[in-house]
């Protein structure tokens, strides 16, 4: 039983270190989604990658996917144009790793890397619903996780138990998955084989292991920082113009996550 025990803890470690993955398909996603809790928020998008094995998954912004394979390839680097760097930029930063028992979030934070790792402990109810997406016949499941009611649609003609972010564990991929208030709405738009090593898959491997409470909820204390302006803006009105409109925007941010569980 010890050595059991050592050999899940050696595993788990590897898991949350490991700078390559070993991808065998890949399905992309499309997401529409509303940050700010206001009436008549702008709908905004963002695609993503789902990189897959059989045992895991591997889930990231497909523009942080790209520009970590350059920064990889070192064909992105402190002296390259500042344009090609705003050009992978994300605001979601964040890499996922998910197994049968627990999810693993990376996650750079104010120019330091955190991680965290949670217990894969989500629970669906299927529903006798079905529609087809695109040539694939789906089901319906829901379930209520990090605050919110979830929809998901999930085809058994592809038969892997993972989805976009860290929805997992139906019979079949998910194809589409969004809140019951369509504040986030994940669509998939590609899926294929892509059987190769991808050796950028997390590039944040000095990231510092924390409890998820303490980082939880952190894109909203960075645009509330009142000081993430100082060193390029000079005109005080400007300045203040900005601390105000960020501090709005903070109050009324509309994370995917309202709670931890």
Same mark, same amino acid.
């Given at each position: ?5 050592? !050999? ?55 523009? %942080? ?9 070192? %064909? ?48 669906w ?14 089901? %319906? ?20 138990? !993972? ?23 994940y ?51 400007t300045?203040? !113009? ?20």
């Amino acid at each position: 039983m010890k050595k059991i025990t050592i !050999f899940f803890i050696l595993l788990s470690i590897k898991l949350m270190s490991q700078a390559s993955f070993n991808v065998i398909y890949e399905a992309d996603y499309k997401l529409q989604y509303k940050d700010q809790n206001i009436q008549n928020a702008i709908v905004q998008e963002d695609a993503f990658a789902l990189l897959i094995n059989e045992k895991e998954s591997y889930f990231k912004n497909m523009n %942080k996917y790209v520009g970590d394979s350059l920064r990889y390839e070192k %064909k992105l680097n402190d002296n390259s144009n500042v344009n090609d760097h705003f050009k992978y930029y994300t605001f979601f930063r964040e890499n996922i790793g998910v197994t049968n028992g627990k999810i693993y979030v990376t996650a750079p934070i104010s120019n330091k890397n955190f991680k965290y790792e949670e217990t894969n402990d989500i629970n669906w109810n299927l529903v006798n619903e079905y529609k087809t997406i695109g040539k694939y016949k789906t089901q %319906k499941a829901t379930t209520k996780k990090y605050g919110r009611t979830w929809i998901a649609w999930f085809t058994k003609d592809i038969p892997f138990p !993972f989805g976009p972010y860290k929805f997992n564990k139906l019979p079949g991929l998910i194809l589409e998955v969004y809140d019951d208030k369509n504040d986030y709405h994940y669509t998939l738009y590609k899926f294929g084989k892509r059987k190769y090593l991808c050796k950028s898959a997390n590039m944040n491997t000095d990231a510092t292991l924390v409890d998820k409470s303490r980082i939880f909820d952190y894109q909203r204390k960075e645009i509330a920082d009142q000081n993430q302006f100082n060193d390029v803006i000079e005109d005080k009105e400007t300045l203040n !113009f900005l601390r105000k409109k960020s501090a709005e925007k903070a109050k009324n941010y509309n994370p995917i996550e309202l709670n931890i569980y």
